[in-house]
T-cell receptor, first 116, second 113 residues
């Protein structure tokens, strides 16, 4: 089956600019996750969707970050304005969802963001 | 709140030696525990989960609820096991906010020839 697709793979922007990342999950996966992974650290959950509803966004810096999952399929994550500390790899993942007996999360290749 | 702690950032062993990557968790309910692995230049992928109780690539992990641990073990390490390993926790399969998937900071395993 096709995996989780993310674009772009790399992005370099200046601080205070805006940027958007796109994710296409595996077909049929109800749960979609966005993680931020700063160099040398583990993935930090930013937001988790169940279909097009938000399960958890407690660690999303809502003053600058936003995410949406229209029609419960693709998702976009936006940063506006970007700060130097936003430099990280942004990972998207998807899973079948709760109650399916299979909670394995499949990850995309990630988008490496550098803010200069 | 759910938390995953991996106390070792780096672990280096020689080929053929036993390896144990430690993971401790904090969660008030019945968690689902996972080990994910990231090989060089590859995407993060599932290695094993506690409910499957299976051995993958020679690795096993047992959930110890008394010690709130889920350590990953392999009796004889191979060079191809060199990778970043992440322990992760999900608050079960019932949905809701407990269902979020939380990762530890990871342990970089290096297996030397």
């Amino acid at each position: 089956e096709a995996g989780v697709a993310q674009s772009p793979r790399y992005k370099i922007i200046e601080k205070r600019q805006s940027v958007a990342f796109w994710c296409n999950p595996i077909s049929g996966h109800a749960t979609l996750y966005w993680y931020q992974q700063i160099l040398g650290q583990g993935p930090k959950l930013l937001i988790q969707f169940q279909n097009n509803g938000v399960v958890d966004d407690s660690q999303l810096p809502k003053d600058r970050f936003s995410a949406e999952r229209l029609k419960g399929v693709d998702s976009t994550l936006k940063i506006q304005p970007a700060k130097l500390e936003d430099s990280a790899v942004y990972l998207c993942a998807s899973s079948l969802g709760p109650g399916t007996g299979n909670t394995e999360a499949f990850f995309g290749q990630g988008t490496r963001l550098t803010v200069v | 709140a759910q938390r995953v702690t991996q106390p070792e950032k780096l672990l280096s062993v020689f080929k053929g030696a036993p390896v144990e990557l430690k993971c401790n968790y904090s969660y008030s309910g019945s968690p689902e525990l996972f080990w994910y692995v990231q090989y060089s230049r590859q995407r993060l992928q599932l290695l094993l989960r506690h409910i499957s109780r299976e051995s993958i690539k020679g690795f096993t992990a047992d959930l110890n609820k008394g010690e709130t641990s889920f350590h990953l073990k392999k009796p004889f390490a191979q060079e191809e096991d060199s990778a970043m390993y992440y322990c992760a926790l999900s608050g079960g399969n019932s949905g809701g906010s407990n269902y979020k998937l939380t990762f530890g900071k990871g342990t970089l395993l290096t297996v030397n020839p």
